[in-house]
């Protein structure tokens, strides 16, 4: 059937044809316009808008089409797309009675119907997935929970804490991502179909009928927005975009902390390069090119945003355009989070490592100066003043942590209160160690060893009710 014949004379040019085509991502809805067409039809049929033998027609063609698949269509750019190469296909099977499947539906609805469909499905797998990756987080940091590692803040030696508590940090991050992916779904799971070209149709079509039949939750009540609304993307491709940046700090962490200079983790051989002239190299390669591919997730929303921005309401060509970015950018999250979940479990924390940099560089000062304030009820930022001048001290005298007893204290103290302090050895031993400040910190989201079981236990119990 060439659509052109009626209102328009002569073909458009081969260029302009491919130029307009959408039949190369259309492939991805293929499927999805068969249901779509299936569910239309037979809500035309119970609706007795079209003659029951000849919904019967289409709806058998309809189910052949399925079983043979996308080859048996006609996908050359003078179809224009999917819906018009499935149309001459249902036509060729059974002659002009094809027709009738078009009643009361457009383009613009289909096109719409059908992503979503896609989309609500893409979105399932990587819900699925995500939730796969922070079990798998949980199940590291069970095995970590007095893995002692310094934490960083500007990338600098902070105070100590243990990788399972580190890595129950990624693991909230991605529990939010996964919230607002499913936030996200609900918006996608809302059905156009019914809108036709904007205004609906004086044809008795059942909307509600059509919704059900494709398992939709609920009806895009308004039909100029029906085929006007593109939002459902911008907004899963914003929340894959936040869940791309946790994902990309997880990488880079990975990046930094496999250098000489850190040797906290190794990454596993499977996720590593190597060097083509120094043969020593083990280089983090996947990390880096994940690091790079999030940079394109990022632009395809930029491109998907600027698509929409300032289009006039109801159907617009431009929105075929947005379709492309938006599986780019579900594609290449899907990957990133993946690879990223592989990678990570590849890797190996190098615990001795972890505690030699937790107690090479004061990172216990804080509790030290927590300490003056218990013992002594002095303010805490008088034993802030005392802690920093001792620790200058000591770095200047080449001193570690460990050789900081009650009388080197007291020196400052002594300079700065005219008293001395007179702390407890032994607590203050206690309180320059490592382990011992990470099982202090026993308040709620701290990496005290209990309280970090219990959080892993919690977010156990969520993945198991989001599973059900
Ligand atoms: N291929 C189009 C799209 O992806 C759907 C068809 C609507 N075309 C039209 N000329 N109204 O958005």
Known sequence: MNLRSGRLNGKMTGDAAEFTSSLDFDRRIFQADVRCNHAHTTML???GIIPAEDADKILDALD???????????????VEDI???????????????????HTGKSRNDQVATDLRLVLKEELSDILTDLLKFISNILDMAQEHTETIMVGYTHLQHAQPTTYAHHLLSYAYALKRDYGRLKDSYKRVDMCPLGSAALTTTSFPINRERTCELLGFSTILENSIDGVSSRDFMSETVSALSIMCTTLSRIFEELIIWSTYEFRLVEIGAEYSSTSSIMPQKKNPDVAEIAR???AGVYGELVSILTILKSLPQSYNRDLQEVTPHMWNAVDNSHMLLNITADMLSTTTFNKKRGLELAEANFSTATELADLIVKEKKLPFRAAHQIVGRTVSRAIEEGLKPSDINPEYIDAVAYEFTGEYLKLDSELVKKSLDPQEVVRTRKVTGGPAPEVVKESISLLMTFIKGESM
């Not at 819906?83 to 499947?101: D, V």
């Open 64 to 78: 052949h089409l399925e079983t043979e698949g996308i080859n048996s269509l006609k996908m050359d750019p003078s």
């Open 83 to 101: 819906h018009m190469a499935l149309e001459n296909y249902i036509t060729s099977q059974i002659g002009e009675t094809a027709g009738f499947m």
């Open 45 to 47: 049929k119970e609706q």
């Open 292 to 294: 790079a591919k999030t």
